[in-house]
């Protein structure tokens, strides 16, 4: 398949980097060529990591970087492409003219693609004069260590859209979650009701920091706790997913005190060095003076 990438950053690299691997053309495009450039650079970086772990060879290194093309022109990007994956900032705004612009240069059989976290894949869809052929790829990062896409499908997708998108996603190898669109999907739903509820046990004095991540990890086998899981994604982050789902699905997706009070004190977890955790190296080393015992009030708005 020729594959185009709209947003060369984090995911939209590391789209390219599994779409270009699996053996697709791919045009990944960015708004300035030293984007351009650092996109490109970094699915060298993760394939030099492969070569290293003896986990790719240098031919295949070089066949994936030589099927990549980067460019600053939308045109030469999409013309010609049968799957376009939009991996912009999270902005409604910015998004829909993103899709809007590109469905201007794509044939009429060509799918078009969001990597949304949470915006509405339908309101997206709005903005195309074909609606039926939007549909969201999730992907979850780091693109090349995860093996789930969650598919959204809108109000208008139509059957052609969706097989061409999991086709698209088992010829990367990877498997696919089917979730109708609404708020959160189904894997930011999940995973921050696990983690508001662990913030609530924290605040209330339930249970300290490490022994309520101990709890899901020793007794649920998760790979991590949710108060480590929080820090890692962003308090911040999560913070807004929770005002987002609020809005839409009530009062149990309320953000807790707690949560606030960090990210007001710049406390945003792993990229800042301390969140629930104080963070050293990449790697949690301790819970933070004021997790350690929890208590740090009611959960009062
Ligand atoms: N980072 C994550 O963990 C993660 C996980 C899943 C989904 N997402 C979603 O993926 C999307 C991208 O996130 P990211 O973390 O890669 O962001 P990022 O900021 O790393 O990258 C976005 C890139 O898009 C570029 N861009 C802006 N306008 C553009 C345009 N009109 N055309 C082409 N490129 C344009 C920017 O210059 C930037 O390089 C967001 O919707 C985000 O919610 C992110």
Request: proline fraction near 3%; hydrophobic fraction near 45%; glycine fraction near 10%.
């Amino acid at each position: 398949m020729r594959i185009t990438v709209l947003g060369a950053g984090t995911m939209g690299s590391g789209i390219a980097h599994a779409a270009a691997t699996a053996g697709h053309e791919v045009a990944l495009r960015d708004i300035e060529s030293s984007y351009v450039e650092d996109g490109i650079e970094s699915v060298d970086a993760t394939l030099a990591g492969g070569v290293e772990r003896g986990k790719v060879t240098e031919a295949e290194r070089t066949a994936a970087l030589d099927r990549i093309t980067g460019t600053t022109d939308l045109a030469a990007a999409a013309t010609g492409a049968d799957l376009v994956i939009e991996a912009v900032p999270e902005d409604m705004d910015l998004k829909r003219e993103t899709l809007a612009d590109a469905e201007t240069h794509v044939a009429d059989d060509a799918v078009l693609a969001s990597n949304t976290s949470a915006l509405s894949v339908t309101a997206l869809a709005d903005a195309l004069d074909h609606p039926e052929r939007l549909v969201g790829l999730h992907f979850f990062n780091p693109v090349h260590l995860m093996g789930l896409v969650e598919v959204v499908v809108a109000e208008r997708t139509d059957e052609a859209t969706l097989a061409t998108a999991r086709a698209f996603v088992d010829s990367i190898g990877k498997e696919t979650v089917e979730v109708r669109d609404s708020p959160g999907f189904a894997s930011s739903r999940l995973g921050v009701a696990l983690g508001v509820e662990a913030i609530r046990m924290y605040e209330t004095g339930v249970a300290s920091v490490a022994d309520i991540d101990a709890a899901m990890e020793l007794g649920y086998n998760h790979p991590m706790g949710p108060l480590e899981l929080t820090d890692v994604v962003g308090l911040d982050v999560r913070l807004d997913i929770l005002e987002h789902l609020r809005e839409e699905l009530g009062e149990r997706f309320r953000p807790p005190q707690a949560l606030k009070r960090k990210v007001r004190a710049g406390k945003l977890g792993k990229k800042t060095g301390e969140g629930f955790y104080v963070w050293e190296d990449g790697e949690a080393v301790r819970p933070a003076d004021d997790s350690a015992t929890g208590s740090e009030g009611v959960d009062d708005e």
